[in-house]
């Protein structure tokens, strides 16, 4: 932690305790920080801000201002040369003054911390399931409706911690009970960082959440999920989901999936779903495939399905794949 003194407490009780004592010592700004292990997967966070030209990037991160112009986090794939000891953990940082929290980071450890000259306190042996449970009151506190620094930085410091405690606090989150926004974006983190057991709920919040808007953010979800099931929840929701809005969104993300599971699911939406909105977006999914699978096929809907809608909107696509077989093909439709 560069330019800060830089104060080690030990948490010999809870958590909760440590937490309350710190905060309320903290008239003036500080920061106070402890290191948790980071939840299985290939990423690294940064803050971004880091000074290129200073070459101090280390890992895919570098040296990170917590004070500043930028208060976000970017999160990248990790660099799989970059040889680390030991699991990897992530940092907590919590910025407190005036005797609350007024802001909650969440970096990757190989990143250098610059505190802009605050004061630092470090917190050593904090249990992770203590600590999901103090940042969910910061959750709690705010729903995620609005534009919610604190909170969102809380979510993502539940969601990337290596604890079942993380995988409760998150379904607790997407209870239908909850705001649409906390649910939206606790189900991002529930395919991005929480595994088989984050695809579970996923599973049972797209066939059950009341919310057409949140059943759609949950196709999205999925397609950012690395497990292999994802995709069969996703053809479902294509197929069968009740509304039209969430069938188009899990057909866009299922393009983005590729494969050819993904184009069967595309290709009979275009024949068989009743809405001729959801087969325009299915002809917009082929347009987002690698164009040896999107093309060929765009072409078959052009040149044979029978809604005119449908095959207007697959000439379209073909122009603005400046592929050289639409081309051919719209000199063989001209010809005629």
Request: aromatic share 6%; charged share 30%; with cysteine.
């Amino acid at each position: 932690i560069e330019k800060s003194v830089v104060a080690n407490r030990a948490v010999s009780g809870s958590l909760a305790d440590e937490w309350k004592t710190v905060v309320e010592q903290s008239e003036k700004a500080r920061w106070i920080g402890y290191a948790v292990p980071q939840a299985a997967g290939k990423r690294i966070l940064c803050c971004g801000n880091y000074d290129v030209n200073r070459g101090d990037i280390r890992g895919g991160c570098g040296n990170c201002r917590l004070e500043g112009r930028d208060g976000g986090t970017n999160m990248t794939a990790s660099d799989e040369s970059v040889q680390l000891e030991g699991p990897r953990r992530i940092f907590v940082l919590l910025r407190a003054e005036h005797k609350r929290i007024g802001k909650i980071r969440v970096l990757s450890s190989e990143c250098r911390l610059d505190a802009g000259g605050l004061p630092f306190v470090w917190l050593t042996g904090v249990k992770p399931e203590e600590s999901v449970a103090q940042l969910k009151e910061y959750v709690r506190e705010k729903g995620l409706e609005d534009d919610d620094d604190l909170g969102n930085g809380a979510l993502t410091a539940i969601a990337l911690h290596a604890d079942l405690a993380a995988d409760r606090a998150l379904e607790s989150f997407v209870a239908p009970s909850q705001p649409e926004g906390l649910r939206k974006q606790a189900a991002f983190w529930l395919g991005e960082a929480r595994g088989k057991l984050g695809l579970v709920v996923l599973q049972r919040m797209a066939k059950n959440d009341p919310s057409t808007e949140v059943r759609a953010h949950v196709a999205f979800a999925l397609h950012v999920s690395s497990e292999p099931e994802a995709l069969n929840e996703m053809i479902r929701m294509a197929r069968n989901d009740e509304s039209s809005q969430v069938r188009g969104q899990a057909l866009f993300w299922l393009a983005q999936k590729a494969g050819q599971k993904a184009v069967g699911a595309i290709t009979a939406a275009i024949e068989n779903d009743p809405d001729t909105d959801v087969k325009n977006k299915a002809v917009f999914a082929l347009s987002q495939l690698p164009n040896e699978e999107g093309v060929p096929k765009l072409i078959e809907v052009a040149r044979t399905n029978r809604n005119r809608a449908v095959r207007k909107q697959a000439m379209f696509w073909l122009g603005e794949s400046n592929d050289p077989r639409a081309l051919t093909f719209f000199e063989e439709v001209l010809a005629r």
